[in-house]
């Protein structure tokens, strides 16, 4: 799952990887990301339930779409569109700074 009390990764670590990761064509991105998520819906058993079950969607759906939205992330990363890089991220800051960015939204203000 993810690391309790682990340390989450800096603004200057995502800026560097935005300059020293994986160079690659926004065309090739594109093309990527469109075979990546078609791939996950499959694996997933994930698809669109329709207008009428907006609302009406059970847990294991929820855990389902957030699984593969990892997976998304671990597989791809995150695009640069300023240095045409791929930021590569690993599940274990994926699922760190969801918790994070999770436990903030839960405080109140």
């Avoid at 990761?21 to 078609?38: A, P």
């Avoid at 791929?86 to 109140?108: F, T």
Wanted: aromatic residues 10%.
């Amino acid at each position: 799952m993810f690391s309790r009390g682990a340390k989450l990764i800096s603004l200057l670590e995502i800026a560097e990887r935005a300059y020293t990761g994986t160079k690659l064509s926004e065309n090739d991105w594109n093309l990527s990301l469109y075979r990546t998520i078609q791939s996950l819906l499959t694996r997933y058993s994930l698809r669109h339930s329709g207008p009428d079950r907006f609302f009406d969607i059970d847990d294991d759906v929820v855990d389902r779409f957030f699984d593969a939205a990892v997976t998304l992330l671990c597989e791809l990363g995150v695009y640069c569109v300023t240095t045409n890089r791929v930021i590569s991220l690993s599940e274990d800051e994926i699922r760190n700074g969801a918790k994070s960015a999770s436990s903030e939204m839960d405080e109140p203000s």
